[in-house]
């Protein structure tokens, strides 16, 4: 089961992040630096950074921020999986494009990547197994621990 939340204004994704009760939280964020772009994901439980995974794609002139952001939800997703992520657990992502094309069916460039976002969500969270996924829109940088 999965939930989404792309607040209005940035301050609302700050309160809900102070209001969050996930035992699991993961972040992940893209980077662009000297004509390459790459992705990472962070872990945490609490405040604590357990893990995380970091993946480069190669050249701006051949890969999108949104691809680089669908990369993102999936190493998000393998490491809620490498953590045997129990009860609700939570994805954050700065990124509200990429957000909303998980609900799209769209053939634009990159969006084979969500399609295995999706299938790796499916292998996370098997039907009726209880646990749920809350993913939200984070504003990058704003001092969130983790993003």
Known sequence: DTSISIA??????????AEAVEELRVYSDRSAFKGGVGEAAVLMRGNERIAEHCFYLGSTEEHTVYKAEAVGMILGVELLKEAGGRGTMALGVDNQAAIRAMDAFSSKPGHYLIDIFHDDLHRLLPSNDGRKLMIRWMPGHEGIAGN
């Open 8 to 17: 209005s204004s940035v301050k609302d994704p700050m309160k809900e992040e």
